[in-house]
T-cell receptor
Framework: AQSVTQLGSHVSVSEGALVLLRCNYS??????LFWYVQYPNQGLQLLLK??????LVKGINGFEAEFKKSETSFHLTKPSAHMSDAAEYFC???????????FGTGTRLTVIP | DGGITQSPKYLFRKEGQNVTLSCEQN?????MYWYRQDPGQGLRLIYY???????QKGDIAEGYSVSREKKESFPLTVTSAQKNPTAFYLC???????????FGPGTRLTVL
């Protein structure tokens, strides 16, 4: 069975501050991990993904995430928050060839000017 | 432009009525998916289809039905048997050579 836990349903940061959104996963097989972003009343946009290879992955809009197998984590970071980063962020896990993408409950990021 | 379209963006229906949500993609993706999103619960899989004329139940299929008569289209019907249909519905698609699902803009269904 696979699952995702996102710690903190709401995170607030000041503009220019570090963004850290936490994601821990559970998987009995090598996981494929994703971060998606959702703006109000819109669909999900892929930020970045980890499948195999380099454990530090870079995505769009300056975001990156590091796969840490020993900690079963895939935290999302950005060095300097921008007002346009305010949105809801979802971490998700699957395995190769699988159809079911398991989502966390999401973290709403607020950026304070 | 290639992408996934969902229509309508907002849909209002009376309780007890069936309603069909449209999802179309021109990405030539083989697999298509329907998710339901409720506040604080993330996304939950309703149905998915890997090929035309075949589909599988997801985690919360009760009260929903789908069809896949064309590769490009995967409509979802919310039936009167669905006890709490008010939600945001998201369609996604995936090329089976990859593991990444791409999402449409969503349909917000409100049952009055």
């Amino acid at each position: 069975a696979q699952s995702v836990t996102q710690l903190g349903s709401h995170v607030s940061v000041s503009e220019g501050a570090l963004v850290l959104l936490r994601c821990n996963y559970s998987s009995s097989v090598p996981p494929y991990l994703f971060w998606y972003v959702q703006y109000p009343n819109q669909g999900l946009q892929l930020l970045l993904k980890y499948t195999t290879g380099a454990t530090l992955v870079k995505g769009i809009n300056g975001f990156e995430a590091e796969f840490k197998k020993s900690e079963t984590s895939f935290h999302l970071t950005k060095p300097s928050a921008h007002m346009s980063d305010a949105a809801e962020y979802f971490c998700a896990v699957t395995q190769t060839g699988a159809n079911n993408l398991f989502f966390g409950t999401g973290t709403r990021l607020t950026v304070i000017p | 432009d290639g992408g996934i379209t969902q229509s309508p963006k907002y849909l209002f229906r009376k309780e007890g009525q069936n309603v069909t949500l449209s999802c179309e993609q021109n990405l030539n993706h083989d697999a298509m998916y329907w998710y339901r999103q409720d506040p604080g619960q993330g996304l939950r899989l309703i149905y998915y289809s890997q090929i035309v004329n075949d589909f599988q139940k997801g985690d919360i299929a009760e009260g929903y039905s789908v069809s896949r008569e064309k590769k490009e289209s995967f409509p979802l019907t919310v039936t009167s048997a669905q006890k709490n249909p008010t939600a945001f519905y998201l369609c996604a698609s995936r090329w089976t050579g990859t593991d990444t699902q791409y999402f449409g803009p969503g349909t917000r269904l409100t049952v009055l």
